[in-house]
């Protein structure tokens, strides 16, 4: 009476389910984009303000888009590791 | 007996060791050039680039480490030499050695090991301790948490970005023939992908180890200014 079936799925479905979350997962760029574009503004507005620290800025600029970046990359690795099953 | 060199080790590693060598190299040619020197001479052409930039870095450290700043020169700007080389190594035909999971992960591994060692040496083990347990002992796992997940959220960030362009640089050379991938290879994508992209990273990684090596060695230091 008891007898336990082993659901198993369509390989094809398993795939286009993980590409739909690595879709999903790649939206983490949304917000890594936001941020990259606030740093970028508010650079501009300190180099119109003082333009003789422009050097400085950039290097503080571009380091702080690099760590706004990460969260990105994190949603694009997982996207890779989806793809792949 | 031969030892086989090229058993079964990923494009990225062995590329990794190719930019070891070149390293040693050109700091042996370019150390034994500026050693023959006379001091009091002027210093021209490539030897004086190398000179200068070095000089940067080196000034860039002291702004951290103040007198301390000869203890830690070297390993972070070995680090910056190594990662400069790799992220352009795809300029010589190589593998990038950062898109092989591995060697970022040894990233990681150093940045911690470099981080927590000389925490450990500089501020003694029972300082060290109390640091991480600065504002209350309840808050000594979350410090603890963040001491490891930083160095590896660092070793993240260099391979998410090496792999991102690599995989966009092999999409566009599906996509276009062979001519048209030679244009954008020499033109667009690795001027963006490799010069611009690469050194960046490797610019910030450099900074971020530095920042947080002077934090675990003058953690009394940075709560007081």
Request: hydrophobic letters at 55%; a neutral charge.
């Amino acid at each position: 009476m008891f007898v336990l079936t082993e659901v198993v799925f369509n390989q094809d479905f398993v795939s286009g389910l993980a590409a739909f979350g690595a879709g999903i997962a790649i939206m983490t760029g949304v917000g890594a984009g936001i941020g990259q574009g606030f740093a970028a503004g508010k650079a501009v507005e300190a180099v119109g303000r003082q333009p003789e620290a422009s050097g400085k800025i950039t290097t503080t600029m571009l380091v702080g888009q690099a760590m706004a970046e990460t969260t990105g990359l994190y949603g694009l690795i997982i996207a890779f590791v989806l793809i792949g099953q | 007996m031969m030892i086989e060199l090229t058993y079964d080790f990923s494009p990225g590693f062995k590329a990794s060791i190719v930019v070891t060598l070149i390293i040693i190299v050109l700091s042996i040619v370019v150390g034994r050039r500026i050693e023959k020197k006379d001091p009091t001479a002027p210093i021209k052409g490539p030897l004086f680039v190398v000179v200068m930039v070095f000089d940067m870095l080196n000034s860039f450290i002291k702004q951290f480490y103040g007198e301390e700043w000869r203890r830690f020169a070297p390993i972070l700007i070995a680090v910056l030499m190594f990662l400069v080389f790799a992220n352009t190594a795809t300029l010589i035909g190589l593998e990038t050695p950062l898109a092989s999971f591995s060697v970022a992960i040894t990233f990681s591994i150093i940045a911690f090991l470099i981080i927590q060692v000389s925490g450990l040496i500089v501020r003694r083990p029972l300082q060290r301790f109390k640091d991480l347990s600065s504002p209350s002992v309840l808050l000594l796992p979350v410090n603890v948490i963040s001491e490891i997940s930083t160095p590896f959220a660092m070793g993240l960030r260099l391979f998410g970005n090496l792999l991102s362009g690599s995989v966009i640089a092999a999409i566009i050379f599906n996509l276009l023939g062979s001519f048209g991938s030679l244009i954008a290879t020499a033109g667009i994508l690795h001027p963006i992908f490799n010069l611009g992209f690469g050194l960046i990273q490797a610019f910030v990684y450099f900074m971020l180890l530095t920042i947080f090596l002077a934090m675990s060695v003058e953690a009394e230091g940075v709560s007081d200014s």
